[in-house]
């Protein structure tokens, strides 16, 4: 099964005879061998232009309309079908659901949230030379996991300011899970340092005192102004207690999180997402369309007539299923939806739209598989001459053909190349 072309005769013409009027027969002849010849190949790179723009084209649309049947299959991982909608009716509370989160709705009080330790020094005078002792100072900080000793050192003619900083340096260096900052007023020229935990919870607590020096008296940090506290709060009438304030549920697909004590029971609600699924019905009905147009307007090859009558097969196998919902199959096999009817067919039954796309033999599946097997077939080799599967034959098939069919002629009518043509 070939391919065929149209208008060879606007090829041939390009190199029509010049010599009509010659009375000899056999220089008519050989002219017009050559002439073939010339003709052949510029036949070989037309046709092979031809079909690469043609082949490029249908390849695109083709592969288009793969990926936008995909998000509709259960098994691809960019499926919608299995994608969750969260919300909550509270700004106390929020919610992201993975795919594959459970359907439903959580009541959730929350009467503490977690928080992490903070402590803040005394304010000094930022430009004072600072008094705390000359030297190496050292100061133990503890917390659950480890314990480290931090030194500085301390000049006569540092100020207060240029220590706190020294400090804080130190502090930060130490990878201890915690994080120190000097909070300068520079109108009143004042500074102080404040140490936060980097975590929430009661196990993320921490110590700090001296060893040698006062700089920790001095700066006043070991004073304890937060503390590292877990969240509680209730779901479902069940209490729990967390070290975070992101609550994690359905083995990690549904994350909660908790911003603010509440004052009433806030409802987190999770469903499919059927905006989701929604959008991308549209999305394959519109790519769908644009190989259905396509094809119906490229008639010169076998692979678009196949295409159109297995595509049309599709949606024609499952036209009343379709239009029960909303998708309505037109005449020359192209969908048109009807957006309030399919919105009112997902808030109805989900499962009913899951099906007619996903199942084995489901539009969506229909459709990949025949657009698999179309771009397989429309592959060319590195040369750009021969098709891998038999959906064509080769250009050069049809330019043997054309040039011994062409040669006959020549040798039958003997003298113009133009008129055989």
Do not use: H, W
């Not at 994080?179 to 109108?187: G, L, P, Q, S």
């Amino acid at each position: 099964m070939g391919v065929s072309i149209m208008a060879l005769n606007s090829y041939g013409r390009l190199f029509t005879s010049p010599v009509k009027n010659m009375v000899n027969p056999t220089a008519n002849l050989i002219y017009g061998g050559a002439v073939s010849s010339m003709y052949v190949k510029k036949l070989s790179d037309s046709l092979k232009s031809e079909m690469s723009s043609f082949l490029s084209s249908l390849n695109g649309s083709v592969y288009e309309l793969k990926s936008s049947s995909q998000p509709l299959m259960e098994s691809s991982k960019d499926s919608v079908l299995n994608s969750k909608a969260a919300s909550s009716d509270s700004p106390a509370v929020s919610v992201t659901a993975g795919k594959g989160a459970n359907n439903g709705t959580y009541s959730i009080s929350v009467s503490q949230l977690a928080q992490s330790q903070k402590n803040k020094g005394t304010t000094l005078d930022s430009y004072k030379k600072t008094s705390m002792n000359i030297g190496t100072n050292s100061f133990k900080i503890s917390t659950p996991e480890k314990e480290e000793e931090i030194s500085i050192d301390v000049k006569f003619t540092d100020s207060n300011k240029t220590v706190l900083n020294n400090m804080a340096d130190a502090i930060n260096r130490s990878g201890l899970g915690i994080t120190a900052n000097v909070i300068t007023d520079e109108n009143k020229d004042t500074s102080c340092i404040e140490i936060t935990g980097n975590d929430a919870g009661s196990e993320k607590s921490f110590t700090i005192s001296d060893v040698t020096g006062n700089a920790v008296a001095k700066s006043g940090v070991l004073t304890v102004t937060r503390e590292a506290k877990d969240a509680e709060y209730e779901i479902d009438g069940e209490k729990y207690t967390s070290q975070s304030n992101t609550i994690l549920l359905n083995d990690g697909k549904l994350s909660i999180t908790l911003n603010a004590v509440t004052q009433e029971k806030a409802n987190v609600t999770v469903k499919d997402d059927k905006d989701a699924i929604l959008k991308a019905i549209g999305s394959f009905s519109s790519e769908f369309n644009q190989v259905i147009s396509f094809v119906n307007s490229s008639d010169q090859f076998v692979v678009t007539n196949k295409l159109r009558e297995e595509l049309k097969s599709a949606v024609s196998s499952k036209a009343g299923y379709l239009e029960s919902v909303g998708i309505n199959v037109k005449y020359d096999g192209s969908l048109e939806l009807d957006q309030k009817k399919l919105t009112k067919a997902l808030d109805e039954d989900v499962q009913k739209i899951k099906k007619l796309f996903a199942s084995p033999d489901g539009l969506a599946t229909k459709v990949k598989n025949i657009a698999d097997r179309t771009l397989t077939s429309t592959a060319l080799d590195s040369t750009g001459g021969r098709l891998y599967k038999n959906d064509f034959t080769s250009f050069y098939d049809y330019l043997k053909l054309a040039n011994k069919n062409l040669q006959q002629r020549i040798q039958a009518g003997g003298l113009f190349i133009d008129t055989l043509l």
